[in-house]
């Protein structure tokens, strides 16, 4: 009992990362329909950016603001320089863009930062346990939950409250009705593509505080893909139910199918669990059903 | 009406000749230059090298054709095809190496040819299990379904099972000798590059009949608009199941092929990378076109290899440089991609079109 206590909670922690990775990927696809593959570099390139700040004496909070001031830089240029001219293009065209641009980001970060797995050093959260209840909790992952979490609520008010967070619902909504009101839909385009690039950004830098950075981190990022489709790929709560339920299923997998399939199992699990779920809701959870007309 | 340019007063009377594959001498004489040098003059010409250079091309052929009937005859986008590959190479290690052949098939050297075959029915069949959500889903959830075929079959089941068979830990090596086509042991670049010649013009001739045929036209109108083929009463099921069959069974070919180059197979030949490229390959060189593939193909693995030979000289001066070739290559790759998709998003095929077409109508281009 503990012990599934314990791997739920650690899932949920987990989970809420890969929602708020989720978040950023639900929000490019919302607002300019793209379908984004080069997540799990993305969340690279915010956590080695903080990395690197954080290796050079600056403390942790200020090196993380300033990694998403680069994500946001990085992610309007992206946007403008590659994804703008693409307006219009078939599905697989612009999918392949963001499979290119991964490599490029991954070629890019190899050449830069290496393989090796680098920690940050000293330890950002202090390695000391916390006991809630009959359930230990590492501080990394409860650190990590509270940052999301909190993350999570700021990009839920600046959606609601905001002149801009307005604009880009609105251009999600109906992107016809939203020009004719006078948003700019380039605005909101990079704007999406800066959100999505800082949220990925906090998500890496949290990951890597909890297992160390490298390369494999990207994977993690991968897994915002089964997350989404859970949810729906164009809704917001989906996203955010569909990450802790992933992060859930993968902990739960490592702890009891571990011992039947020896191996990766926690990495194939979403995957797997993604395939059978699609056999029976094809949209997701939330999704929007299109009806197709000739 | 004939996709080929017929010169002034030849005319097609019949269904026949307008599928024909030579339609005019012109073209036929074009093809048996081509056929001359590829069978005589590069086996004369090239050096071990370079040979190798054509079989790598060759392997991206095979792999990249499957890739092309899926994304480009039918419309079904997959990122997963490297599985379909590693299937087809697995089979055909494990059958050469722990099936008990009767004697005489060893020493008529068919039990390597008679592998590829079971090689490639296992990955097609594999690739139809993995297909079966295509029945449902649709667009990206279909991508998503294609990349967790990569991911259960390279990552998991090869990886963690696979590989157990036999004891040998995670790479199975063939000993020099077993791979024995006919009369001829494949151990040198040469008969590599002429099993790959075979293979190739012998996957090309499926593919090509395929698709002039009723299921061709069945897949391309399923990659054109799927309810409106399914209106005009064609099975979509059963093709678009047919289709990823047909890919997987030219995958496994290709990954049966392959064995014979590398000796040596582990699952990170067949990384999720793998797929992407073969994907970037038929894009570069244009979808929905046999040519595409074969230029893509061409133009990747000898760009990947000039590269290579451009940095060489500088790795003298920056000995790191040779080391993070692997990356230079893959931002070169992801790059290359991205430029070509924005401007040149019709691919090789479409260029070398223009330029047919140029020389055809010349001088009057109108």
New interface residues.
């Given amino acids: 009992m503990e012990l599934f206590l314990m791997t739920i909670t650690t899932g949920i922690m987990v989970g809420s990362i890969y929602a708020l990775v989720a978040l950023g990927w639900v929000l490019i696809y919302k607002c300019s329909g793209v379908l984004n593959l080069a997540m799990g570099e993305m969340t690279l390139i915010g956590a080695y950016v903080s990395l690197s700040f954080y290796s050079m004496g600056i403390p942790f909070l200020p090196a993380l603001l300033i990694s998403l001031i680069i994500g946001l830089i990085l992610g309007i240029l992206t946007e403008r320089i590659f994804l703008d001219k693409l307006i219009g293009e078939p599905v697989l065209t612009v999918i392949m863009v963001t499979v290119g641009l991964s490599f490029f980001f991954k070629g890019m970060l190899e050449l830069i930062w290496g393989t090796d797995t680098r920690v940050f050093t000293p330890p950002v959260f202090s390695i000391e346990p916390i006991h809630i209840g009959p359930v230990i909790v590492g501080q990394a992952y409860l650190w990590s939950f509270v940052a999301a979490i909190i993350l999570l609520i700021i990009f839920g008010c600046f959606f609601k409250y905001t002149r801009w967070g307005l604009a880009m619902q609105a251009t999600a909504d109906d992107e016809m009705a939203a020009l004719s009101i006078g948003v700019s839909a380039r605005f909101v385009y990079a704007a999406a593509w800066g959100i999505a690039f800082m949220a990925a950004g906090v998500g890496g830098t949290l990951l890597g505080n909890i297992n160390g950075l490298n390369i494999s981190v990207g994977y993690l990022g991968l897994l915002v893909l089964p997350a989404v489709v859970l949810g729906g790929l164009n809704s917001v709560p989906g996203a955010i139910v569909g990450g802790i339920a992933i992060g859930i299923l993968q902990n739960l997998c490592g702890a009891y199918l571990d011992k039947y399939f020896p191996g990766g199992i926690k990495e194939v699990a979403p995957f797997v669990f993604m395939v059978v779920f699609l056999l029976f809701k094809p949209h997701g959870l939330w999704g929007w059903e299109r009806i197709e007309r000739v | 009406m004939s996709t080929i340019w017929l010169p002034c007063g030849v005319y097609h009377q019949n269904y026949v000749q307008d599928h024909a594959w030579w339609q005019t001498k012109f073209i036929k004489g074009k093809m048996i230059l081509l056929f001359i040098i590829l069978f005589v003059v590069i086996p004369l010409v090239a050096d071990s090298y370079w040979l190798s250079v054509c079989n790598q091309v060759g392997y991206t052929v095979l792999g990249a054709l499957g890739v092309q009937l899926l994304?480009g005859f039918c419309g079904q986008?997959t990122?997963g095809h490297a599985a379909f590959i590693a299937v087809g190479a697995y089979t055909s290690t494990l059958l050469i190496l722990e099936f008990p052949w009767p004697k005489f098939m060893m020493d008529f050297g068919i039990a390597y040819p008679f592998s590829i075959l079971i090689a490639a029915f296992t990955a097609g069949i594999w690739s139809l299990l993995?297909g079966?959500?295509s029945a449902?889903?649709k667009?990206?959830?279909l991508?998503?379904?294609t990349?967790?075929a990569q991911?259960?079959t390279v990552?998991?089941i090869i990886?963690?099972y696979v590989s157990q068979i036999g004891g040998r830990g995670q790479a199975f090596s063939l000993p020099p000798g077993t791979i024995k086509v006919g009369p001829w042991v494949i151990d040198s670049d040469l008969k590599v590059y002429f099993m790959m010649l075979v293979l190739v013009i012998l996957c090309v001739i499926i593919m090509v009949n395929l698709l002039r045929s009723r299921v061709g036209r069945a897949w391309v109108a399923i990659r054109d608009?799927d309810?409106?083929a399914e209106?005009m009463g064609i099975n979509v099921v059963k093709y678009k199941l047919l289709a990823f069959f047909v890919a997987g069974f030219i995958g496994g070919i290709a990954g049966a092929f392959w064995i014979s180059n590398i000796a040596a197979i582990s699952p990170e030949h067949f990384p999720w990378?793998w797929s992407?490229w073969l994907?970037?390959v038929i894009?570069i060189g244009g979808?929905g076109s046999i040519h595409g593939t074969i230029f893509g193909s061409i133009f990747m693995v000898v760009v990947m290899e000039v590269l290579q030979l451009a940095i060489m000289p500088l790795a003298d001066i920056y000995p790191k440089l040779l080391m993070?070739f692997?990356?230079?290559?893959?931002?070169?790759?992801?790059?290359?991609?991205?430029l070509f998709?924005?401007f040149e998003?019709n691919g090789l095929a479409y260029r070398w079109w223009q330029i047919k077409n140029y020389f055809n109508l010349w001088p009057f281009s109108y």
Avoid at chain 2, 326 to 338: S, Y
């Fill in positions: 994304i986008i990122l993995f079966l959500p449902r889903v667009g990206f959830y991508i998503l379904t990349m967790a991911f259960i990552d998991f990886t963690q608009n309810i409106s209106v990378f992407l994907v970037g894009l979808v993070d692997l990356f230079i290559k893959e931002a070169a790759f992801g790059l290359a991609i991205c998709m924005i998003p």
